[in-house]
């Protein structure tokens, strides 16, 4: 089985900064991409970072120059740092990874999401 777990959610000022956390584990053969996604209150979820296993990062238009992606891919672990933290920033923070498994002689990749870690950002 494989798990994504994320912290370092929390309640932060305008301005201010956190660091979330994710982590897989499990039986993993390979992390692929780790990618960041967020869901505001009434909103769909919406991509903020990603980052391939090579280093290449993408991030959304409305975090661009706040937040950074980073990768410690010994520790299957992706961190997003959270700088000049704004409230439309306020949502559910979701930890996503394309994960590659072996099964078998086979090799199977798929998508896992984390639970999701809150960050409130207050005026």
């Known amino acids: 089985q494989v798990r994504l777990v994320e912290s370092g959610g929390g309640l932060v000022q305008a301005g201010g900064s956190l660091r979330l956390s994710c982590t897989a584990s499990g039986d993993i053969f390979r992390v692929n991409i780790m990618r960041w996604y967020r869901q505001l209150p009434g909103k769909q979820r919406e991509m903020v970072a990603g980052m391939t296993e090579s280093g290449t990062t993408r991030y959304s238009d409305s975090v661009k120059g706040r937040f950074t992606i980073s990768r410690n891919n010994a520790k299957n672990t992706a961190y997003l740092q959270m700088d000049a933290l704004k409230p439309e920033d306020t949502a559910v923070y979701f930890c996503?990874?394309?994960?590659?498994?072996?099964?078998?002689?086979?090799?199977?990749?798929?998508?896992?999401w984390g639970q999701g870690t809150q960050v409130t950002v207050s005026s």
């Open positions: 996503n990874a394309d994960l590659t498994r072996r099964v078998g002689t086979y090799y199977n990749t798929t998508d896992y």
